[in-house]
């Protein structure tokens, strides 16, 4: 551009010069601002593709493990005869549960992550992280219902047990 304006520099009057010299730089720095602007865009947009991809890995991650833990979960129904078995269930559901509650942390930093991508993208990551927290809710409710019948049926075999003992000791005791 500035090769070609000086070619009709010689057959231009001097304020035409210098009007032309104010439209090249005027030009250029318009120029410069737009390959600024587009370098600026292209670091946002490759900062945007890292965040969007560290979501991803850490959706998918904790959504396999909430599908796992519900597997698991329903997989652990069985009851048990003796009380010791009932206290080792009990004891190994408390743990589940520890563990459950602590992934809450994860839920929810993803939940902001997923909030700070959501202003720059589409509805997507509203729907997975609705879904997400929906999953993981009725996963700890379901944890909480079975921590209760655990412990329920823990207590009731104590009960039982003592009942049992209380009852074989005044029968020995009448005999």
Known sequence: LVEKAEVVYPSTSPKGVKEIRTAVQTVRSNMENLFQEMHDLNISLESLAEKWHQYEVKYDTL??????????????GDLKDSLEEKQTILEKHMARHETIIAHQTELDALSEQGQSLLEMCDSVVSSQ???LSSRYVSLLTLSKDMLKRYEQNVQDHQQYTDYYNKFTSWYQDIE
Do not use: G, I
Not at 63 to 76: F, G, M, Q
């Open 63 to 76: 959504s396999s493990w909430v599908k796992d833990t519900e597997n698991s979960l329903k997989a652990d």
């Open 129 to 131: 992280l609705t879904q």
